[in-house]
């Protein structure tokens, strides 16, 4: 499902459908001709996918609107059809291979309503991304993978599967991805569920994006209800829509950002003039961490520590810098700057940052 939201490094925005009306995946039609049923029965892969269907139309009068044409015009049998308006997505079951890979290579998409100029798409795999918000003022977070393993206990899903926190900006979203559709319907009818003491709410093939640059004195209502009028809504439902407004981490962000425009910062009321000399990327290579004329073995070299413990940890490096210093700690930190853009993919969300 596409998102029609902006999103920010301020805002953290998980958008998704939910309680769909029913929590089944469609059932296969054995057809009289053995081959047909031989290929539906031996192979689960004959599903073809429309993304997108209308939310505002009946499921039961948007399968009727997608079979009749598919049956009449393209000649196409199907086994069976079922319309989940809360994912706004339809899911057709085939009976032989030749018809699905005609309806997904050959046909493509159709008109479903000339009227409103509406079209859908045929595809064959599906986004099954979705994100998992937990209260957000809960004392201590759970981990992803006790995110990951609680989902699946309490949707009875085998295996577990890929789960990450979107970012440390927003500790309480995580990204969830399942492999199979019928596994994705099992949270439909009931997308909130408990784990310890917090509550998650689920929002299934949700988009997440970030907005930045927001004013200061905006909130969550305020950045839901200006998303709401940018596409013609009323109002947007919490069922399908979340915002996570964060002020401190926005604030830092553009406030370093501002200090490299400015070429000039304060400290204790001490001002600092940033050099005017272009920033520039400095590059080394292996030579430059060798010392010349000289060759020690290996039995000579002597290590001021016994060992080094390697941690990696998903946290802002100045956060962890402070809290190592808090723990009388003496740590060295190496600042990635970009030579180019101030604030570098950080503004992004990039991962390496």
Same mark, same amino acid.
């Given at each position: 499902m596409d998102d029609y939201s902006p999103q920010s490094k301020s805002s953290t925005q998980a958008s998704g459908l939910s309680n769909s009306t029913s929590g089944q995946v469609p059932q296969v039609k054995y057809s009289n001709n053995q081959h047909s049923s031989q290929t539906a029965s031996s192979n689960n892969d004959l599903l073809v996918y429309i993304p997108d269907?209308?939310?505002?139309?009946?499921?039961?009068?948007?399968?009727?609107?997608?079979?009749?044409?598919?049956?009449?015009?393209?000649?196409?049998?199907?086994?069976?059809?079922?319309?989940?308006?809360? $994912?706004?997505?339809?899911?057709?079951? $085939?009976?032989?291979e030749e018809d699905k890979k005609h309806l997904?290579?050959?046909?493509?998409?159709?008109? $479903?309503?000339?009227?409103?100029?509406?079209?859908i798409l045929f595809v064959d795999e599906l986004d099954l991304d979705s994100y998992i918000v937990l209260?957000?003022?809960?004392?201590?977070?759970?981990?992803?993978?006790?995110?990951?393993?609680?989902?699946?206990?309490?949707?009875k899903i085998a295996g577990l599967r890929p789960c990450q926190q979107i970012s440390v900006q927003f500790p309480n979203i995580f990204c969830f991805s399942l492999n199979t559709f019928d596994k994705l319907v099992k949270a439909v009818k009931n997308p909130d569920?408990?784990?310890?003491?917090?509550? #998650?709410?689920?929002?299934?093939?949700?988009?997440?994006?970030?907005?930045?640059?927001?004013?200061?004195?905006?909130?969550?209502?305020?950045?839901?209800? #200006?998303?709401?009028?940018?596409?013609g809504e009323n109002k947007l439902q919490p069922t399908s829509f979340y915002v996570q407004y964060n002020k401190q981490t926005v604030t830092v962000m553009l406030n370093t950002i501002g200090v490299v425009r400015k070429k000039k910062y304060v400290v204790?009321?001490?001002?600092?003039?940033?050099?005017?000399?272009?920033?520039?990327?400095?590059?080394?290579?292996?030579?430059?961490?060798?010392l010349y004329g000289?060759?020690? #073995?290996?039995?000579?070299?002597?290590?001021?520590?016994p060992s080094t413990n390697i941690i990696v940890i998903n946290e802002d490096c100045l956060v962890l810098y402070e809290k190592l210093v808090s723990e009388g700690y003496r740590p060295l930190l190496?600042?990635?700057?970009?030579?180019?853009?101030?604030?570098?993919?950080?503004?992004k969300d990039d991962g390496a940052q």
């Amino acid at each position: 499902m596409d998102d029609y939201s902006p999103q920010s490094k301020s805002s953290t925005q998980a958008s998704g459908l939910s309680n769909s009306t029913s929590g089944q995946v469609p059932q296969v039609k054995y057809s009289n001709n053995q081959h047909s049923s031989q290929t539906a029965s031996s192979n689960n892969d004959l599903l073809v996918y429309i993304p997108d269907i209308p939310p505002n139309i009946s499921e039961n009068e948007l399968e009727e609107m997608i079979q009749t044409p598919i049956d009449k015009n393209l000649r196409i049998k199907i086994s069976d059809i079922k319309c989940y308006s809360n $994912l706004c997505v339809a899911v057709i079951r $085939l009976m032989n291979e030749e018809d699905k890979k005609h309806l997904v290579s050959n046909v493509q998409s159709m008109i $479903l309503d000339v009227k409103h100029n509406t079209n859908i798409l045929f595809v064959d795999e599906l986004d099954l991304d979705s994100y998992i918000v937990l209260d957000r003022n809960i004392s201590k977070i759970p981990t992803a993978d006790e995110v990951a393993r609680r989902y699946m206990q309490v949707y009875k899903i085998a295996g577990l599967r890929p789960c990450q926190q979107i970012s440390v900006q927003f500790p309480n979203i995580f990204c969830f991805s399942l492999n199979t559709f019928d596994k994705l319907v099992k949270a439909v009818k009931n997308p909130d569920f408990k784990i310890g003491s917090a509550f #998650a709410t689920v929002y299934l093939r949700a988009g997440c994006s970030y907005v930045e640059d927001l004013p200061p004195y905006t909130n969550d209502e305020k950045i839901s209800s #200006a998303i709401a009028t940018q596409i013609g809504e009323n109002k947007l439902q919490p069922t399908s829509f979340y915002v996570q407004y964060n002020k401190q981490t926005v604030t830092v962000m553009l406030n370093t950002i501002g200090v490299v425009r400015k070429k000039k910062y304060v400290v204790d009321g001490e001002e600092t003039i940033l050099k005017s000399e272009p920033m520039k990327t400095i590059r080394y290579n292996h030579q430059s961490k060798l010392l010349y004329g000289k060759i020690i #073995a290996q039995t000579d070299m002597k290590t001021p520590y016994p060992s080094t413990n390697i941690i990696v940890i998903n946290e802002d490096c100045l956060v962890l810098y402070e809290k190592l210093v808090s723990e009388g700690y003496r740590p060295l930190l190496l600042n990635m700057a970009n030579a180019t853009n101030p604030g570098g993919g950080y503004r992004k969300d990039d991962g390496a940052q």
